[in-house]
């Protein structure tokens, strides 16, 4: 037995991520990977190629009679409900059946032996509609009078009104914010198995394997356990896994059940990004009140979203993005309200952030509009809006913010970057240079932590430890990258006090553990690793109890030590130990179980305390512009984020350039247009600009806060990281703004709408030149 005095891959340990090796070599197994059976079909979707419309008819005779075409499956085809609305509002069918409400809509599927058969046949369907009149985009949709797809949240506090007409100084304004496509390298896919009687196996690309079999059954009319959904790990999810792959899963069990094979269904890239719903765009509108000093006295706010055809997740996200509109920043009248309009595009989806990114950028744009107006450099600004001091510490959700951390991480930010001589010399540079501008910006992130549905902040866990010693562990999170698998195991790890590579880090699987929630809302690490300390904690337990029955002493003389334990004056190698627990039949095997405490949400009083606590970051881009042409280049950004204490350094900086980068793509270069028929033109890579490693800060300095400390009883004391730092891609928005400003002496602060893509870039630069 080697005597370690320490375990490899403990908890806030460098560890590389468990796949890694497997990702860069290929090695690493997708669902697309998976072995076909023989006589495994492929299916494939059938597109609207109209907008909004009644349905006249459907022939699909073509489609029937393509070659190596096996059948087609439209609404009729459905024995349970025709249904995937992943918030039971009915308003989502797996295909319609009298109406298309956007263009793109999924139709039907043909099943074909080859999917090359199926893609081809597929575009052979003659469709007779009525043409209706369509809205597109929010304001369009409020125009023509559209429902919410779900109802609209109201914020309050304060005396709004009083506090607007006390203020000195007034600015309102209207934002439009794009959305984003996911644009995971693996796009959406599922592959069902059909089993005897009811039963169909469905391994899917998804960050919501308990919802993806739920609405298998659903659709299926048959109980969820007949349903089993696997996934060993995505190509990337960003939240356009959490629902959108419902359709997919469903169709791939529909015709595995119907056809008795396998079947498999995978779209292109175009019929991904056209058919999946994407982040919301918003069209907001907000009005800022406050004193000479800058400092802000009432916010109101109107958010009104692109939610698409259907409600999805467009409730929550909408919530979220009002829950995030103070950002860092104390209101101290407020009142903001969510209009999440129902438009005639693909129906819009969770995407990093959930709406939050949507709510910081405004109040970020709302402190710049103030600084310019007050003459004050914006971090000046950012500074004295602070939550803390005497009675400034409550939310517009009535929430108090307890662990403000900003003021120490701006502060450290803001010396290491030398903040304060850069933006001086940035100024300087500007006055002298004609074509070239450049700016600087320091923005901070407040994100709260948890589901605001309540309900779903639970999770469990499943650990065996087999007689040899190994350990299997299993856990209702799903593996997209993110790093989740490595951090659950190193937490097990450490528990057992057994290294890194003993433990097997399984699919998920809603055999193993059930209603599950999805791996959203970055709160994986927190809920998993929880449930499966909750697992060692509960086999670690008996295994004490059987120390002490076994060698005759008392609980305090058991120990475990790193990959052995000591029970009284003896020492027994973790194996030994295990093997002689299981030959007197000690249960080697726990489900574990954890739930967020005091967490809790009165949606209808608009109060409550959503979130068990806020995860803080700031980040300080430098950008140069070309006045002639808008094309622009980020040249540095510093970054400072609070994981708390890390449950794994190397995977949370990893986190939070990857986040920065996705931020900074989605207020850049990534740009969504539909035209004015519905079709959404930016429908690959060759349209959709992404950022490339090309794209990235020349110089890009990464730091965690290492001395913040979760001050609730999280995981380690550690902080969920998957979402927050997508905002610090702000930083690269407002230093665009100021280089814009500088061609007008910073006169004011330039109306700029996201993304700022050159094009927009370019439009500013004039429009300020002509003021
Ligand atoms: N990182 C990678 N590499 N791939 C992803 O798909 N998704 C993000 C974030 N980081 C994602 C990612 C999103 S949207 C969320 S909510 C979290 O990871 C989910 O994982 P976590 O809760 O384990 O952080
Ligand atoms: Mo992330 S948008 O919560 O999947």
Not at 717 to 728: I, Q, T, W
């Amino acid at each position: 037995m080697k005597d370690n005095v320490t375990i490899t891959g403990s908890a806030h340990t460098d560890r590389i991520h468990d796949s890694a090796i497997k990702h860069v070599t290929g090695a690493a197994d997708y669902t697309d990977d998976i072995a076909q059976p023989e006589g495994t079909l492929h299916a494939y979707l059938g597109v609207s190629t109209v907008t909004h419309a009644r349905i006249v008819s459907l022939d699909l005779s073509a489609v029937r009679a393509a070659p190596g075409v096996v059948g087609v499956l439209t609404a009729a085809d459905i024995p349970g409900h025709n249904d995937i609305s992943p918030t039971g509002q009915n308003d989502e069918p797996v295909f319609p059946t009298d109406l298309i409400q956007f263009h793109g809509q999924p139709l039907f599927a043909v099943v074909a032996e080859t999917r090359d058969a199926a893609r081809r046949a597929a575009e052979l369907a003659k469709v007779e509609t009525e043409a209706l009149p369509h809205a597109l985009d929010p304001v369009a949709a409020i125009e023509a009078g559209y429902p919410h797809v779900t109802a609209p949240l109201k914020l309050e506090r304060g005396d709004v009104e009083a506090g607007f007409a006390n203020a000195p100084n007034r600015i309102k304004g209207r934002m439009v914010i794009g959305g984003q496509d996911h644009m995971y390298l693996e796009g959406q896919i599922a592959f069902a198995f059909p089993g005897e009687d009811d039963e169909v196996v469905v391994h899917c690309s998804t960050q919501h394997p308990s919802e993806a079999q739920h609405m298998v059954a659903h659709v299926l009319g048959v109980p969820s356990n007949a349903v089993v959904v696997n996934v060993r790990r995505m190509g990337g999810g960003f939240g356009g896994k959490e629902s959108q792959m419902n359709i997919f899963a469903a169709v791939a069990a529909l015709a595995a059940k119907k056809w008795n094979r396998a079947v498999k269904i995978r779209p292109d890239r175009d019929q991904d990004m056209t058919a999946t719903g994407k982040r919301h765009d918003f069209v907001v509108d907000y009005d800022v009140a406050f004193d000479d000093k800058g400092r802000i006295e009432a916010v109101g706010g109107s958010f009104a979203a692109r939610c698409g055809y259907s409600s999805d997740l467009s409730g929550p996200v909408t919530d979220r993005a009002l829950f995030h509109a103070d950002n860092a920043y104390f209101y101290p009248h407020v009142r903001l309200e969510s209009r999440p309009m129902k438009t005639n595009t693909v129906s819009n989806t969770a995407f990093r952030g959930f709406g939050g990114p949507q709510g910081v950028i405004v109040a970020e744009r709302m402190i710049e509009e103030i600084a310019y107006a007050t003459g004050q450099d914006p971090l000046d600004v950012r500074k004295v809006n602070f939550y803390g001091g005497e009675g400034r510490d409550l939310t517009p959700y009535h929430q108090q913010v307890t662990d403000n951390i900003l003021d120490r991480l701006v502060g450290e930010l803001e010396q290491s970057a030398d903040y304060r001589a850069r933006r001086q010399a940035i100024i300087d540079f500007n006055a002298g240079s004609k074509v070239l501008k450049k700016g600087i910006a320091l923005t901070p992130v407040k994100f709260g932590i948890s589901f605001t549905a309540t309900w779903y902040n639970q999770a469990g866990a499943l650990i065996h430890v087999y007689n040899d010693g190994s350990i299997h562990l299993n856990h209702g999170g799903t593996e997209m990258g993110q790093g989740l698998n490595t951090k659950v195991a190193q937490v097990v790890a450490e528990a057992f006090q057994v290294n890194f590579e003993r433990i097997k880090i399984t699919k998920t699987t809603t055999e193993k553990v059930p209603n599950t929630s999805a791996t959203a809302a970055s709160s994986g690490s927190d809920l998993n690793g929880m449930a499966a300390l909750n697992a060692a904690e509960q086999i670690k337990a008996r295994l004490v109890d059987f120390a002490c029955e076994h060698w005759g002493v008392a609980a305090e003389e058991v120990a475990f030590l790193p990959n052995r334990v000591r029970i009284g004056e003896e020492t027994l190698s973790f194996d030994a130990f295990i093997k002689a627990a299981y030959m007197a039949r000690v249960q080697l095997s726990a489900a574990g179980f954890y739930k967020t405490p005091d967490i809790h949400w009165d949606r209808d009083k608009g109060q409550g305390r959503p979130f068990y606590y806020y995860a803080y970051g700031a980040a300080c881009s430098e950008v140069t512009i070309d006045t002639l042409t808008g094309e622009y280049r980020v040249e540095r950004t510093d970054i400072l984020h609070d994981v708390g204490r890390s449950l794994n350094p190397v995977l949370d900086r990893g986190q939070v350039e990857g986040a920065f980068i996705q931020g900074m793509g989605w207020l850049t270069t990534e740009e969504l247009w539909w035209d004015t028929e519905g079709r959404l033109r930016t429908h690959a890579p060759s349209t959709y600009k992404i950022p490339l490693a090309s794209d990235r800060p020349r110089v890009f300095n990464v730091d965690l806060a290492d001395w913040s400390e979760n001050r609730e009883l999280t995981i380690k004391r550690s902080k969920a990281v998957g979402e927050p730092p997508f905002m610090l891609g702000i930083s690269v928005f407002e230093a665009l703004s100021m280089a814009v400003a500088s061609v007008a002496d910073y006169r004011e602060c330039p109306r700029l709408d996201a993304p700022a893509t050159p094009e927009r870039v370019l439009m500013a630069v004039q429009r300020m030149k002509g003021a």
